[in-house]
């Protein structure tokens, strides 16, 4: 019975930082239909400028801020700069679906050699900003930690502020009008182009406190986000693909399925474990489990 409870806690928790990750894929996704396979490249390269901060202030919070802001600057530059240039040369037929793929994974491709260039291909680990030795409950000590709470804590934070400025705001407004009807927002008078970048931005944002909270827990490298990306995209599915708190709740339900497979069958399994959670989702709910007036959610 305490193991399972570990399991259950822990698997909240790398759930947690799932979410993160599959909340910045929707984030794109519904403003701009393009499944942002760079996310992990802008994350990865905005940890590293936190990674910095926090290593030469010795101030976790301080570089997360930098994390996010770099983040939040670097979505915006790649929309602006890049994907807006892409949409007016590809705007139909098969080049049109094809083109953002190849272009995000170029640009992951890029920005990953641009940081091994920079920081290099070793491992890199930053202070946790809380203690990562387990609870200790008596005589027993169970291996969830107070930085694993700050992480669930943490994301439930940010899903709370997005659906709050989604929900309660003129930018959310804007936000969900550009990407379920651009043409009815432009002749409303929204700036669709402006209000999508400012969407990236939020992702980019996003993105950061996924890749510094990961880092937290783990360690840092050109390639310690791929796998992030790939469950957080798992999770993005599961949940629906336009919904936030799908996205969320696909993330909690991957993570604890995974940490179930890492516990009691083994971790040769984890990476597949996450493709089978996938399609047992789907085939009971093909569209997502939060498909269902998704339209009316964050």
Do not use: C
């Amino acid at each position: 019975m305490q193991k399972l409870l570990e399991t259950f806690l822990i698997g909240l928790s790398t759930g947690s930082i799932y979410a993160l990750m599959s909340i910045a894929l929707v984030l794109v996704w519904r403003s701009t239909r393009v499944v942002n396979f760079a996310q992990a490249g802008q994350a990865m390269l905005s940890t590293y400028i936190g990674f910095e901060i926090a290593t030469r202030t010795e101030i976790f919070w301080l570089g997360l801020l930098f994390a996010i802001a770099a983040g939040a600057l670097l979505g915006a530059g790649v929309d602006y700069f890049f994907m807006r240039v892409l949409f007016k040369h590809a705007v139909s037929g098969p080049a049109a679906v094809v083109a953002p793929v190849i272009a995000t994974l170029g640009l992951l491709g890029l920005v990953r050699s641009i940081v091994g260039l920079v920081w290099g291909g070793e491992f890199k680990s930053i202070k946790a900003p809380a203690s990562t030795d387990g609870f200790t409950i008596g005589e027993t000590t169970i291996p969830f930690s107070p930085l694993n709470l700050l992480i669930i804590v943490t994301v439930f934070v940010i899903l709370i502020a997005l659906a709050i400025i989604f929900q309660r705001t003129n930018l959310g407004l804007s936000l969900r009008a550009s990407a379920y009807a651009p043409e009815i927002a432009q002749l409303a008078g929204i700036r669709t182009a402006r209000t999508r970048t400012i969407g990236w931005a939020i992702a980019g944002g996003v993105g950061g406190v996924a890749g510094m909270l990961n880092t937290a827990s783990n360690f840092l490298s050109p390639y310690s986000l791929d796998l992030l990306l790939v469950f957080g995209f798992i999770a993005a599915v599961i949940g629906g693909l336009e919904s936030m708190v799908g996205s969320v709740v696909g993330a909690l339900i991957l993570g604890i399925a995974l940490t179930f497979i890492l516990n009691y069958v083994g971790t040769s399994l984890v990476f597949i474990g996450g493709f089978v959670v996938l399609i047992v989702v789907l085939l009971v709910k093909p569209d997502g489990i939060m498909a269902k007036g998704r339209a009316r959610r964050a």
